[in-house]
């Protein structure tokens, strides 16, 4: 049975009112299945109509509706019929649903570290049905209140408090109206720690095996949500609405974290088990602030339908980020979104598959999953900041709080969202939306110069090569003595295709010109060649950090479009970054150099010699007095580009704690990342794989030595790892990505080329295998680095295809454009 359709849902919306479900778990019945028994209590506008109900048992044991048995053979896929409804029915389903591997529905997880046994839910966007019969989309919103039998020594947590626990059974109050993709339960032996702010209750949980994680990261956790809380409370005149706030830490999650209401659940990785950089601290926070906005937006106001999924997460994403610079001691994050966050958007925006922020027509469930991309996070983001540039913060939570007033536990749409603010502010929100969230791709805004034989600026123009109006600062520079000097800023209003003449910077004798300093909007920038060659000289000497983040980005988009040689990219890192004092940036630039330039758009001779020059920068930022947290992003970027006698000995020396750079540590991840390096040099194998698992067993030696294993070159072992990629079910969820990642780090040209090949000729078989899996054998896997004739060729071949679900057809076309964009770069430098 195909995913729900918009128009089915609209149906359902109209017919239905449901007053709310009674959800009992049984959390006893062994390792394969649950119990699930739901009661719906629902109106239906026309009695007499027939509707359907949203189910994916592994046993359906009975359906009663209204009093009278229904036929659980005539069960359709995951619909039930429910014919001749009255105006107000009641329902029950007795089924056995499936534990999931994949994280989608119940997922059930068995720590290697002591054999304890996890449960978690996932029911975004449409996996409820995996968990309790319901109707499964978001404009069918219903108090859950849920019971559940579990092992005597688990704690359970879930959406609601819990009211009662005793001998295993559990039972909590009624949530909210609520979506029922926001539901969930976290289960088995956890460890919490508990807390309170402003009146709500807070809990952290975790894996009993983190519970020294827990216990050490729990402080920094209160004290972000804290402040968020107080942040959001004088942003929002409703208060949070949820009840108690629990925060729960969970194993092989696919997301950064899911918002259910007084439920967040996070991957556990989030709890650091080795040491972390401060850029992952702030990109924690972040997800902690974002999740906690979603309380309003997403949980307290909902998008109708997945098409206006742009008001949950843009603003999710904007408020995220803002939070947490404003009210936390994370102030740094705008730097990070725009040398990391936004590239991921700006990638999106250019390929084929690129689409408005808003209202982008997705039809079907399926399709909308693929729009939980850059376009629908980032770019909706820095739309949102455009706008609040250009209304001003009163008008614009003026706005939102009239939205929130309006639709209280209920469902919005993109209209009603620009009425309120329209209302609230006066101005033409309506032309703003047209031109900023009903179109797509990226503008460029370029500047023009005129300069005096010695480089002195005599005229300055910006042009907007776009069709969308943008509001923006541009920066001048003066070069004094290998300093740059802020020159001056100006606010330049730019309507679509204008040029604009900005003379106050050539009066201030600005040499080099930035536009878009400050990063205010999304758009392309081109500098003039003379800032260029000012920017390859003096990038380190910019004081800004948001200059820096941008010119960086700048860089990066260059190499990307093949106007700069991916050479000349690592020269500039080499150059520059040992000087760079935010961590953000130092990862961005590390990660962009080894996985896109190294990785995809340099070959032979070149290809090592990007290596050594990262694996050089990497060393040059370890032996200077860079921060912990910067010295450590290098100390992974000199691990994973080790190579050589010496550098190997000095990684194996690393490994075993032996003159590990001063202030570092090699934590588990770490220690993976060198044995995966190690194994796809041929410098380890199958046995001291083993011996690794075995002397610290966890979730991370369960990951690296499927990764290593994947990594080991040598025709038996890649057969093996291949087989295990495509038989299904042989890999959880998070094992299958480890082994993807592995696969393609070792091996001959030719029999890698050979395997690129079949890669295509399997990939359709990904397509029975539900979403999380496609997309990770149709992303994670793609053969990014064979950008030759015969694969793009075998790409395309199979995107004619007709076999293809939407997020397959979707991963598999925007890794062929990125393959295509590596073909083009080569061919201009190569
Ligand atoms: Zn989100």
């Not at 579990?150 to 359970?156: G, K």
């Not at 909590?172 to 209750?201: C, M, Q, R």
């Not at 929002?236 to 950064?256: I, K, S, T």
């Not at 209302?423 to 900023?436: I, K, L």
Request: proline share 5%.
């Amino acid at each position: 049975m195909p995913a729900l359709q918009r128009a089915e849902a609209t149906v359902r919306a109209r017919l239905l009112e449901v007053r709310g479900y009674t959800v009992h778990l049984d959390l006893t019945r062994g390792p394969e299945r649950f119990g699930s028994t739901t009661v719906i209590r629902f109106g239906c506008a026309e009695p007499g109509s027939d509707s359907f109900v949203d189910l994916e048992p592994a046993a359906l044991h009975r359906a009663v509706l209204n009093g009278q048995p229904l036929d659980v053979t005539a069960l359709d896929g995951n619909r039930l019929a429910l014919p001749g409804l009255r105006a107000e029915n009641e329902l029950l389903i007795d089924a056995e649903m499936r534990y999931s591997r994949t994280g989608e529905g119940l997922h059930r997880y068995t720590d290697p570290a002591d054999d304890a046994v996890y449960l978690y839910a996932t029911c975004g966007p449409d996996l409820a049905a995996k968990v309790f019969a319901c109707f499964d989309q978001p404009d069918l919103k219903a108090p859950i209140t849920l019971t559940a039998t579990a092992p005597d020594d688990w704690t359970l947590v879930s959406n609601g408090a819990p009211v009662k626990s005793e001998g295993g059974r559990w039972e909590f109050v009624a949530t909210k109206p609520i979506s029922t993709y926001l539901f969930t339960v976290v289960a088995g032996p956890l460890h919490s720690v508990y807390g309170e702010h402003d009146g709500i209750p807070l809990g952290l949980h975790a894996r009993r095996s983190l519970a020294a994680e827990l216990d050490r990261e729990a402080p920094e956790l209160f004290e972000v949500t804290a402040a968020s809380f107080d942040r959001l409370h004088e942003l929002f005149d409703e208060r949070y609405p949820f009840g108690e706030y629990h925060q729960a830490f969970v194993p092989e999650f696919n997301w950064g974290a899911m918002e259910n209401p007084g439920c967040v659940v996070f991957r556990d990785e989030m709890l650091f088990r080795s040491p972390a950089t401060e850029a992952e601290h702030e990109r924690r926070a972040m997800v902690v602030c974002h999740e906690m906005a979603h309380m309003w937006f997403g949980d307290l106001v909902t998008m109708r339908w997945w098409d206006d999924l742009w008001l949950n997460e843009s603003f999710a994403e904007m408020l995220g980020y803002r939070i947490a610079a404003e009210s936390t001691r994370f102030t740094g994050t705008w730097t990070g979104f725009s040398v990391q966050r936004k590239g991921w958007g700006y990638d999106a925006d250019q390929r084929a598959s690129t689409h408005p922020v808003a209202g982008n027509g997705t039809r079907s469930v399926a399709e909308a999953m693929v729009n939980f991309d850059g376009i629908s996070y980032a770019k909706g983001a820095s739309a949102l900041r455009q706008l609040v540039a250009w209304l001003g913060d009163e008008a614009f939570f003026a706005g939102l709080n009239a939205y929130f007033a309006d639709h209280l536990y209920g469902n919005a749409e993109l209209p009603d969202f620009l009425a309120a603010l329209a209302a609230a502010s006066g101005r033409d929100v309506h032309g703003w939306a047209e031109s900023w969230l009903r179109t797509s791709g990226v503008d460029t805004l370029r500047a023009e110069t005129e300069r005096a034989a010695d480089g002195a600026l005599t005229a300055l123009t910006v042009v907007n090569e776009g069709e969308r109006p943008h509001l923006i600062e541009v920066g001048g520079y003066r070069v004094e003595d290998g300093r740059v000097v802020p020159a001056g800023r100006a606010a330049v209003e730019l309507g679509p295709g204008r040029r604009v003449a900005v003379p106050a910077l050539v009066e201030a004798g600005a040499q080099l010109v930035v536009p878009n300093d400050g990063d205010l909007t999304w758009a392309k920038i081109r500098l003039d060649a003379h800032s260029w060659r000012l920017v390859t000289e003096s990038l380190s000497a910019v004081e800004d950090d948001v200059t820096r983040a941008v010119l960086w980005a700048h860089a990066r988009d260059l190499v990307r479009d093949a106007e700069l040689d991916p050479a000349a990219y690592l020269g500039l890192m080499e150059r520059h970054l040992p000087a760079e004092n935010v961590d953000s940036i130092v990862e961005a630039v590390l990660t962009f150099a080894h996985v896109h330039v190294v990785g995809r758009h340099l070959t032979g001779a070149r290809r090592t010699e990007g290596l050594a020059a990262i694996s050089r920068t990497a060393r040059a930022l370890l032996a200077g007095d860079s921060s912990d947290g910067i010295r450590l992003a290098a100390l992974r970027a000199a691990v994973e580009t080790s190579g050589g006698e010496r550098q190997l000995a000095e990684l194996r020396g690393w490994l075993t704690g032996e003159s590990v750079p001063a202030g570092l540590a090699i934590g588990p991840e770490l220690r993976w990342a060198g044995l995966a390096r190690l194994a796809s040099l041929g410098e380890l194998d199958e046995p001291q794989i083993a011996a690794e698992l075995a002397r610290e067993p966890g979730t991370e030696a369960e990951f690296g030595a499927a990764r290593c294993r994947a990594a080991l070159p040598g025709s038996a072992t890649k057969a093996a790892a291949w087989q295990d990629l495509f038989t299904p079910d042989a890999m959880s969820n998070r094992v299958l990505e480890a082994t993807a990642r592995g696969f393609w780090t070792s091996g001959s040209e030719d029999e890698m080329g050979a395997y690129a090949l079949r890669y295509f000729e399997r990939i359709g078989e990904a397509a029975h295998r539900g979403d999380i899996i496609s997309r990770l054998l149709g992303e994670t896997l793609y053969p990014v680095a064979h950008a030759t004739p015969e694969v793009l060729g075998a790409a395309e071949h199979a995107l004619a295809g007709a076999e293809l679900t939407p997020s397959l057809r979707r991963n598999l076309a925007d890794c062929t454009d990125d393959l295509r964009r590596t073909r083009a770069v080569r061919a201009a430098f190569e």
